[in-house]
């Protein structure tokens, strides 16, 4: 199976020693250009920029940092809340508009998006045709751009009652009818919504255009994590590398090289420890599973 390997620096938020998106109260031991220094050595084909880190920085010292570091810019990664009444709904769009400009800047060719936070006082209903709306004229922008726009089905708690379920992404894309707006499928969050992963996977298949790749497994009662994710379920789970989790990404790879999926996968890694090692762990075991799966 062919794929394209890509990272984030996120992958590193809990190393890092400043500008964390997650606080924590222990120091961290790496920079955020230490970090992106490390992930050029790892033999992966782009990298995928998390927009928190970077509010401040231009797009030609950001583009020298990464290039300097031998990656080049796949995607842009935002949060803007589309799922919002009309009047503010249209400031959400320009903060749109401007993460799409500087993902042409950077010469990155797509834009993820986390497009609506869900909010008790409005109708669930309400709040997914505020954000599609939102959604189609964003999607209008990245064309002319030539940017592919894209969500995932997503597991942030805050996030995930609007589109984390498969089914409900491919609704979601389906109504927003844009050959620029499309899906990725984040083969670990099914597990964190008591999905099956093979059956989200199939759900979305018609509109994915890139793949993030991760797992985790359950808290045990005796366990003291500092950084975890609450599932559906009342369950907790922790990042684990590819290898240990809960997720079998070998049927996942498997039934992706059955729909012929050749595109850019991104390798995810959100626990506690070294991330250097994960990272190095997990970008051989992928690479195992996709020389399985055929010919990388």
Known sequence: MRARLTMTEYNA?????ARNFHQRSEPGYLTLEETISFLGTLGIDGLELFHPYWESTSSS?????????????????????LAVP???RLHA????????????????SLAMIVPGIFKDEYPLDDQRMWMIKGLRLCASRAAALNIMLASENVD???????????????????????TSYRLIYDAGAALHLGDDPINTLRDMESHICHVHVKNSRRMMPEENKA???????????????????EVDLVPIVAE??????????L????????????????????QGLLHGAGSV
């Open 267 to 286: 390798i995810e890694y959100q626990g506690q420890d070294d991330p250097r090692t994960a990272l190095e762990r997990n970008v051989r075991y992928l």
């Open 13 to 17: 938020d809990w190393a890092l020693s």
């Open 256 to 265: 992706l090289n059955r729909i012929n999926y050749d595109g850019h996968m």
């Open 156 to 178: 942030d708690p805050s996030a995930r009652p609007l589109m984390g379920h498969g089914y409900d992404c491919r609704d979601i894309c389906a109504a927003v009818d844009s």
């Open 86 to 88: 009309n009047a503010e």
């Open 61 to 81: 010292d950001l583009k020298r940092l990464v290039h300097g570091a031998g990656l080049s810019i796949f995607s842009y990664i935002f949060f803007v809340d």
């Open 93 to 108: 769009v320009d903060q749109v508009f401007a993460m799409l400009d500087k993902t042409a800047e950077l010469g990155g």
């Open 227 to 245: 950084r975890y994710l609450e599932g559906e379920g009342g369950h907790r789970f922790v990042s684990t590398t590819l290898d240990v989790g």
